[in-house]
C-alpha cells in the first residue's frame, strides 16, 4: 500500500478563519480525491483531481493537485460551523489496482 | 439516487461468535470493497471485490473472509470474532479508477 499522509490531524478554529489541509506521499497517484465524512456515515466525495498542477474550486473549498501528482491540499477560505467534519485524501495509485489508498483524515471542528 | 446500504448500523457480538455484514450496491459497480475505520488508523482496506466470486486481499484481511456470489452483493464474514474487530465497517463500491467510491453508512460493531 503507499501511504498519504496527511495533516495536520486535528484543526479547531473559530468561524470566519482559514485552513488548510495537506496531503503528502513519496508515490506517484493517477489521481487523488477528498471525501467529507460526518459522524456516524460514510464519506462523501468533494472533488477529484486529475492532472498535475490541476486547481479545482468548490465555493469557498480550494483542491490542489501537486506538479508531479505526489501530493495534494484543500484550502477553506472563511470557514462555517457547517464545514466541521472529517476530511479525508484519498488516491488511486498508478499503475495499480482499483482500490483507493486514504490517508488517516482530518478532523475539523469549527466553532461559531 | 444511487445508493450502498448495509444491512446493519449496529452490532454486538459476542468473542468467537461467526458475524456476516452484508452490503448491496444498486449502481451495477464492478468494484467493491470493504474498510475497517479505527480512530487515528483511517481507512484499512480489508478485501475487495473486481468481479462476481472474485476477490483480493487489502492490507489487513487476517481473520475475516469475503463473499461475491452477485454483482450488486459484497459480504464480510467474521469466522470466529475477536474484541480487536471491534470497529466501524465500511462498504464502498465504484465504477473504476479515478471515479467516486460509494459509501454504506457503516456498520458499527462490537465484540463483547
Known amino acids: 500500500t503507499q501511504l498519504l499522509e496527511q495533516s495536520p490531524q486535528f484543526l479547531s478554529i473559530q468561524e470566519g478563519e482559514n485552513l488548510t489541509v495537506y496531503c503528502n506521499s513519496s508515490?506517484?497517484?493517477?489521481?487523488l480525491q477528498w471525501y467529507r465524512q460526518e459522524p456516524g456515515e460514510g464519506p462523501v466525495l468533494l472533488v477529484t483531481v486529475v492532472t498535475g498542477g490541476e486547481v479545482k474550486k468548490l465555493k469557498r473549498l480550494t483542491f490542489q493537485f501537486g506538479d508531479a501528482r505526489k501530493d495534494s491540499s484543500l484550502h477553506i477560505t472563511a470557514a462555517q460551523p457547517g464545514d466541521t467534519g472529517l476530511y479525508l485524501c484519498a488516491g488511486d495509485p498508478a499503475n495499480s489496482g482499483y482500490a483507493l489508498n486514504f490517508g488517516k483524515g482530518t478532523s475539523l471542528l469549527v466553532t461559531p | 439516487d444511487v445508493k450502498v446500504t448495509q444491512s446493519s448500523r449496529y452490532l454486538v457480538k459476542r468473542t468467537g461468535e461467526k458475524v456476516f455484514l452484508e452490503c448491496v450496491q444498486d449502481?451495477?459497480?464492478?468494484?467493491m470493497f470493504w474498510y475497517r475505520q479505527d480512530p487515528g488508523l483511517g481507512l484499512r482496506l480489508i478485501y475487495f471485490?473486481?468481479?462476481?466470486?472474485?476477490?483480493e486481499k487489502g492490507d489487513i484481511p487476517e481473520g475475516y473472509s469475503v463473499s461475491r456470489e452477485k454483482k450488486e452483493r459484497f459480504s464480510l464474514i467474521l469466522e470466529s470474532a475477536s474484541t480487536n474487530q471491534t470497529s466501524m465497517y465500511l462498504c464502498a463500491s465504484r465504477w473504476t479508477v479515478n471515479t467516486e467510491a460509494f459509501f454504506g453508512q457503516g456498520t458499527r460493531l462490537t465484540v463483547v
Open positions: 508515490s506517484v497517484f493517477s489521481s
Open positions: 449502481m451495477d459497480h464492478e468494484n
Open positions: 471485490s473486481y468481479d462476481v466470486k472474485m476477490k
